[in-house]
């Protein structure tokens, strides 16, 4: 039997840290240490490992992404039949979601990490890379994007989120569930996505950045005028429910809005951002009246992704509100 070729990518992260000479563990191991402590994915993969970064998924950047997209590309191009890239599970979903706009093609491109390190009992960092080794290497997750698999379920990209800080079932997808699952070595997928959007590589140098602006209670908008001034190209509001923000804030929105994207998210992490439903000041309907974009699904992190990679490859307003209106098909 031909086994297919995986690749690992290793970035550092929970799964690979170790005790130093301080306090607390550290990022240590590398992607070979990860792959060499699994001896059953042998068994799965004709596997090859790499570092790429040793740190905290915490410290890494939209560059940083950026790069690792294109080593997966090459990779991928070069024949691996998938690609594991190992973390921190702080960011997961951020660079799962990044691989997913930035990496075309097929071939399955999985995410993971551990939320207990190799020091401690019941440490997930093993279980979680064999049972992503078998998804890369698996036919049936093939044309699905990018997904994160951890605790043995299948998220994708798009839905996925980090929802507590130490459990080991952290990772969910509060709007649709994982879409598949790995049982007794077996890849099931249960469900498949209607379609993937694909944006590619940006261009060398593109250097957009865009913030992000979760509300509270009481929010008056004094922050919006330096988000101008700090130099973002972009601006992701994280609104209250369905997409409502104080009223007072809404003369210097419309104002940003006009001189840079705004798009309107939810600071709820799932469903829709409505459209049609209230009409007060400061509502959906409103502020999408003035110009905002409609965030749809997306939360406010992975419509931050979206939107800064909208930039970077040049997309004007009118593309960037019709890139958003897809994400909702």
């Known amino acids: ?30 992607g070979k240490d990860l ?9 799965v993969a004709e596997v090859e490992a790499e570092s790429l970064r040793q740190m905290p998924s915490s ?17 991928i191009d070069g024949g691996a ?19 997913d706009l930035l990496v075309q093609g097929d071939a399955p491109v999985v995410v993971t990490g551990a939320m207990r ?8 960092g093993p279980a979680n890379l064999l049972a992503s080794v078998r998804v890369a290497a698996s ?48 890849v099931r997928v249960a469900l498949r996505l209607p379609a993937r959007h694909v944006l590619g590589m940006p261009p060398d140098g593109a250097g957009h950045s865009v913030a992000l602006l979760k509300l509270a209670l009481g929010e008056d908008g004094r922050l919006l005028p330096a988000v101008r001034q700090a130099g973002y190209a972009g601006l992701v509001v994280e609104a209250f429910g369905g997409g409502h923000v104080p009223s007072g ?44 974009i409609w965030g749809g699904m997306l939360d406010g992190l992975k419509a931050r992704l979206l939107l800064t990679f909208l930039l970077r490859h040049g997309k004007d307003r009118e593309e960037i509100r019709a890139a958003f209106e897809k994400w909702y098909i």
């Open 81 to 99: 039949s998938g690609v594991v890239i190992t973390q921190g599970t702080d960011s997961i979903e951020e660079t799962a979601f990044a691989m």
């Open 139 to 186: 036919r049936a997750a093939r044309g699905l994007g990018a997904l994160v698999v951890m605790n043995d379920e299948i998220h994708a990209a798009r839905f996925v989120k980090k929802t507590h800080t130490q459990s080991p079932s952290t990772f969910q997808s509060p709007s649709t569930g994982p879409i598949g699952w790995v049982s007794e070595g077996d």
């Open 117 to 124: 390190n190799p020091t401690l009992p019941g440490a997930d």
């Open 1 to 30: 039997m031909v086994l297919s070729k995986v690749v690992v990518l290793s970035l550092g992260g929970t799964i690979s840290s170790i005790p130093s000479s301080g306090p607390g563990v550290v990022p240590r191991l590398t």
């Open 59 to 75: 410290d890494l950047t939209l560059e940083d992404l950026t790069e690792v997209a294109l080593e997966v590309k090459e990779r």
């Open 35 to 43: 792959v060499e402590s699994v001896p059953q994915v042998a068994e």
């Open 249 to 292: 804030m809404v003369g210097a929105l419309e104002q940003l809005a006009s001189e840079m994207p705004v798009v309107l998210a939810s600071r709820t992490g799932s469903g829709d951002v409505l459209r049609r439903t209230y009409g007060f000041a400061g509502s959906e309907m409103d502020l999408l009246s003035r110009g905002l």
